[in-house]
């Protein structure tokens, strides 16, 4: 099945860069770009891609801003694609509130090609493109800076989970990947998977990247944590 991709970002020479990259692939059909978030929007209603790769920094309408537009579509539209956002920074204060509003993970612009098709491909697949890594700096780093945990419905929903299931979120949180809470769990890499999938379904999460946020919001973490 091909991937159906457009990209939204100011730079006319990193709209043909990526496109050409990505339309070289087999798999990957490059259905649109736009120059702004506004236009972004615009093109992602019309072309209904799988994937929007959307640059942080733009004028007329910020990448964050046209995340929530597309991740939040008005009633009648009925297919989501998924967003990863693209950045000059490795941390960037733009990138946990992308995260929080759905996007399902970022992507540094120098980053090598073959990470970008990587990119697309791990979102498509309905993953969420967070290295461990990078989830123990982008929490430490904003985390901090955020509001006492929430003790509404957020954290509220956590006691609909299983032990297990609130044990495999914490670790998910903490930005272990799947392989290192198989063998911290003493589990095999399948059984885990299936425990991500029903956290995610009883906490009505999109992907991973919104399960870490939900976990610190819920107060299930804190960055000390990590």
Do not use: W
């Not at 901090?144 to 957020?154: E, F, I, L, N, Y």
């Amino acid at each position: 099945m091909t991937i159906r991709v457009i990209i939204v970002d100011d730079q006319a020479m990193v709209r043909a860069g990526f496109a050409a990259l990505l339309a070289a692939q087999a798999d990957i059909d490059v259905v649109g770009e736009a120059p702004d978030g506004s236009r972004g929007v615009e093109v992602a209603r019309a072309a209904l891609p799988d994937v929007v790769l959307m640059d942080v920094r733009m004028p007329e309408l910020d990448g964050l801003a046209a995340a929530r537009r597309i991740l939040s579509p008005p009633p009648g539209v009925q297919r989501v694609p998924k967003v990863l956002m693209l950045t000059t920074f490795d941390v960037d204060d733009y990138v946990y509130e992308a995260l929080r509003a759905g996007a399902s993970g970022f992507l540094l612009k120098d980053a090598p090609p073959a990470d970008l098709i990587s990119a697309v491909r791990v979102v498509a697949a309905g993953d969420a493109l967070l290295a461990p890594s990078v989830t123990r700096r982008l929490i430490a780093e904003f985390a901090a800076q955020r509001p006492a945990p929430r003790k509404d419905g957020v954290s509220l929903r956590l006691g609909g989970l299983t032990p297990r299931e609130t044990e495999v979120l914490e670790l998910i949180a903490r930005g272990l990947s799947n392989q290192e809470i198989a063998g911290r769990l003493v589990l095999a890499e399948q059984t885990v998977k299936t425990h991500i999938g029903r956290v995610l379904s009883k906490l009505g999460l999109r992907d991973r990247a919104q399960a870490v946020i939900f976990a610190y919001e819920s107060g299930l973490v804190t960055p000390g944590d990590c």
